[in-house]
Nanobody, 117 residues
Framework: QVKLVESGGGLVQPGGSLRLSCAAS????????MSWYRQAPGKERELVAS????????NTADSVKGRFTISRDNAKNTVYLQMNSLKPEDTAVYYC??????????WGQGTQVTVSS
C-alpha cells in the first residue's frame, strides 16, 4: 500500500520558517522523482519544487526561489521542504508527490501552511 504522509505544517508569522516532511512507503522511493505542490484557496495546484531520485537535480518555482529548498534522504524514504522568509502569499495546502520509475503518480493528503500575523 502506497503512503505519502506530510507533516510540519502550521501557523507561522511572516518572515518565519517551517520545514515540511513527507514520509513515503509502499513504493521504491530511491528511484522516484519527488515534488512539493501547493494549492491556495480558489487557485489551481502549482508546482513548488522537485528533486531527482539521487538528489542531484532540483527545480524550484520562481515564486519561492531563494527562500525554499527541497531535499531528500533516501535512507529514510523522506523528502523535505525547508521554507524560509515566509510570506502571506505562501499560505496554502502543501502536497507531496512521487513519480515512480514506472511513471506512476502518488500523492499525499496535504498539510496546511498559514502565514499570518
Amino acid at each position: 500500500q502506497v503512503k505519502l504522509v506530510e507533516s510540519g505544517g502550521g501557523l507561522v508569522q511572516p518572515g518565519g520558517s517551517l520545514r515540511l516532511s513527507c514520509a513515503a512507503s509502499g513504493f521504491t522511493f530511491s528511484t522516484s522523482i519527488m515534488s512539493w505542490y501547493r494549492q491556495a484557496p480558489g487557485k489551481e495546484r502549482e508546482l513548488v519544487a522537485s528533486i531527482s531520485s539521487n538528489g542531484f537535480l532540483k527545480n524550484t518555482a520562481d515564486s519561492v526561489k531563494g527562500r525554499f529548498t527541497i531535499s531528500r534522504d533516501n535512507a529514510k524514504n523522506t523528502v523535505y521542504l525547508q521554507m524560509n522568509s515566509l510570506k502571506p502569499e505562501d499560505t496554502a495546502v502543501y502536497y507531496c508527490k512521487g513519480v515512480s520509475g514506472r511513471g506512476e503518480d502518488y500523492w499525499g493528503q496535504g498539510t496546511q501552511v498559514t502565514v499570518s500575523s
